[in-house]
C-alpha cells in the first residue's frame, strides 16, 4: 500500500506561482512513476506532468515551459514537487497526485485526495 498526502494550492492572481506537494509513504519501493493530474469543472481528469522512477519527465502541452516537476527520496517517503509558474486562470481545477506502483509484477494504482487550485484576480 501507497499512501499519497498532497500540500500546496490554494488562491492565486494570474501571473503567480504555487508549488504542489505530495508525499509517498508504505511501499514507496514499488513505486514506478508519479505525477500530477487536474480536473477542470466539467471537465476529464487530464495529465499535468509525471516522472517516472528513472527521472523521465513528461508534461502536458499546457504545462510545458510554466510547470516543473520534480521527485525525491528518503528512507520512508517520496516527495513529489510541482512549481507552477506563470499561472492562467484556466489552470484551475482540482490537482491530484497519482503513483503507479508494482508488485510482483501486479500494477497498482494511487491517488490523493485532490487539492484545490484556483487562478483569479
Known amino acids: 500500500q501507497v499512501q499519497l498526502v498532497e500540500s500546496g494550492g490554494g488562491l492565486v492572481q494570474p501571473g503567480g506561482s504555487l508549488k504542489l506537494s505530495c508525499a509517498a509513504s508504505g511501499s514507496i519501493s514499488s513505486i514506478n512513476a508519479m505525477g500530477w493530474y487536474r480536473q477542470l469543472p466539467g471537465r476529464e481528469r487530464e495529465m499535468v506532468a509525471y516522472?517516472?522512477?528513472?527521472?523521465?519527465?513528461?508534461?502536458a502541452d499546457s504545462a510545458k515551459g510554466r510547470f516543473t516537476i520534480a521527485r525525491d527520496s528518503d528512507k520512508t517517503t517520496v516527495h513529489l514537487n510541482m512549481n507552477m509558474n506563470n499561472l492562467k486562470p484556466e489552470d484551475t481545477a482540482v490537482y491530484s497526485c497519482?503513483?503507479?506502483?508494482?508488485?510482483?509484477?501486479?500494477?497498482?494504482?494511487?491517488w490523493g485526495q485532490g487539492i484545490q487550485v484556483t487562478v483569479a484576480a
Open positions: 497519482r503513483a503507479l506502483a508494482v508488485v510482483a509484477t501486479t500494477p497498482n494504482d494511487y
Open positions: 516522472i517516472t522512477s528513472g527521472g523521465t519527465t513528461n508534461y
